[in-house]
């Protein structure tokens, strides 16, 4: 009965608490490691989500030239009429995430756009300057757009 109760034991093996807690060490440094990361790559994907809008809407602008010759006679319904998945807006108040304030005049037009990281971005053509465009953003370290 003894030999049957010792070949039991044997055959029971486990972790030891000891060797669980270090695990869970482990697992838990390295979350905190990748969770920053991939929070910092969710902000980088919604910045170039937003610039990509203002390069559409650019070229947007550039089609609505082409038929009008006139940067001023450009309206929202213009834009909205060529890219219709696109929300334009000509004043800053109604212009939410996701969507494209437009101000132009005979020499230009400013485009500006909020990400969903919070960050502004604008992009700008006046053809009296030189250069025509600038790209800007409401973070003055790496905006690299």
Same mark, same amino acid.
């Given at each position: 009965?003894?030999?049957?109760?010792?070949?039991?034991?044997?055959?029971? +093996?486990? *972790?030891?608490?000891?060797?669980?807690?270090?695990v869970v060490i482990?697992?838990?440094?390295?979350?905190?490691?990748?969770?920053?990361?991939?929070?910092?790559?969710?902000? +980088?994907?919604?910045?170039?989500?937003?610039?990509?809008?203002?390069?559409?809407?650019?070229? /947007?602008?550039?089609?609505?030239?082409?038929?009008?010759?006139?940067y001023a006679a450009?309206?929202?319904?213009?834009?909205?009429?060529?890219?219709?998945?696109?929300? *334009?807006?000509?004043?800053?108040?109604?212009?939410?995430?996701?969507?494209?304030?437009?101000? /132009?005049?005979?020499?230009? &037009?400013?485009?500006?756009?909020?990400? +969903?990281?919070?960050?502004?971005?604008? &992009?700008?053509?006046?053809?009296?300057?030189?250069?025509?465009?600038?790209?800007?953003?409401?973070?003055?370290?790496?905006?690299?757009?």
């Open positions: 009965m003894i030999n049957r109760l010792r070949n039991r034991v044997e055959r029971q +093996k486990g *972790f030891t608490l000891i060797e669980l807690l270090v482990i697992i838990g440094l390295l979350a905190a490691i990748a969770i920053p990361t991939f929070l910092g790559q969710q902000g +980088k994907a919604n910045d170039a989500a937003a610039e990509s809008l203002l390069r559409n809407t650019a070229s /947007d602008m550039e089609a609505a030239f082409s038929s009008t010759q006139s450009i309206t929202p319904a213009m834009l909205t009429a060529i890219e219709p998945a696109f929300t *334009f807006q000509a004043t800053a108040a109604s212009a939410a995430l996701s969507q494209v304030q437009v101000v /132009d005049s005979a020499t230009g &037009y400013v485009l500006t756009t909020v990400s +969903k990281s919070g960050t502004t971005f604008i &992009y700008t053509k006046n053809t009296g300057n030189v250069p025509p465009v600038a790209r800007t953003c409401s973070v003055p370290v790496g905006c690299t757009w």
